[in-house]
């Protein structure tokens, strides 16, 4: 599985766009990038994936690099909900997924 | 509906019981998985099953015992443990194939060995 880079943590004022980076260099053409986040002490949520085109739905926007080594999850209006870590992971592919999650980005909101 | 339960939601076991989690999903997802989750650490991933069957087992050692009773049922059963398998157990699932089988997770069960 490619592997990912993403900042140990973040801040972010409330009601501002959160962006969070993540970088994939080795990804490979059929490999997706996912986003998932987990608040304290819950299991993993899933945000969004995508493999080449730009993505939203109601939680967020991801948006990848054309050269795919990089991609970005946007959080439009950040509340203090949002308080998590969130994981960049890319997907290997078969009969079931594995996910291998990296250490991922701690997103503080704050007032 | 996107919910996957597990039970009990925190256990505390001696290293000489027996005990099972259960994992439960009626999305009609054909694959299973366990993860591991230690304090301030990335989930790791023990088990993977894919239409009742094991597919993958990340090398977890023997006192781990997984079963897939059914499509919708995953049990992880627990035999002489160690303090240091205290952890938080999450259980996943997905439809299997195409390549983006997005994963749902439990809220995982809070385990302690003493």
């Known amino acids: 599985d490619a592997k990912t880079t993403q900042p140990p943590s973040m801040d972010c004022a409330e009601g501002r766009a959160a962006n969070l980076p993540c970088n994939h260099s080795?990804?490979?053409?059929?490999?997706?990038v996912y986003w998932y986040r987990q608040i304290h002490s819950q299991g993993p949520q899933y945000i969004i994936h995508g493999l080449k085109n730009n993505e939203t739905n109601e939680m967020a926007s991801l948006i990848i690099t054309e050269d795919r080594k990089s991609s970005t999850l946007i959080l439009p209006h950040a509340t203090l909900r949002d308080t998590a870590v969130y994981y960049c992971?890319?997907?290997?592919?078969?009969?079931?997924?594995?996910?291998?999650f990296g250490t991922g980005t701690r997103l503080q909101v704050t007032l | 509906d996107t919910e996957v339960t597990q039970t009990p939601k925190h256990l505390v076991m001696g290293m000489t019981n027996k005990k099972s989690l259960k994992c439960e999903q009626h999305m009609g997802h054909r694959a299973m998985y366990w993860y591991k989750q230690k304090a301030k650490k990335p989930p790791e991933l023990m088990f993977v099953?894919?239409?009742?069957?094991?597919?993958i087992n990340e090398s977890v050692p023997s006192r781990f015992s997984p079963e897939c009773p059914n499509s919708s049922l995953l049990n992880l059963h627990l035999h002489a443990l160690q303090p240091e398998d205290s952890a938080l157990y999450l259980c996943?699932?997905?439809?299997?194939?195409?390549?983006?089988?997005?994963?749902?997770f439990g809220p995982g069960t809070r385990l302690l060995v003493l």
């Open positions: 996943a699932s997905s439809h299997p194939g195409g390549g983006q089988e997005t994963q749902y």
């Open positions: 099953y894919s239409y009742e069957k094991l597919s």
């Open positions: 080795t990804i490979s053409g059929n490999e997706y």
């Open positions: 992971i890319v997907s290997s592919t078969g009969t079931a997924s594995k996910l291998t």
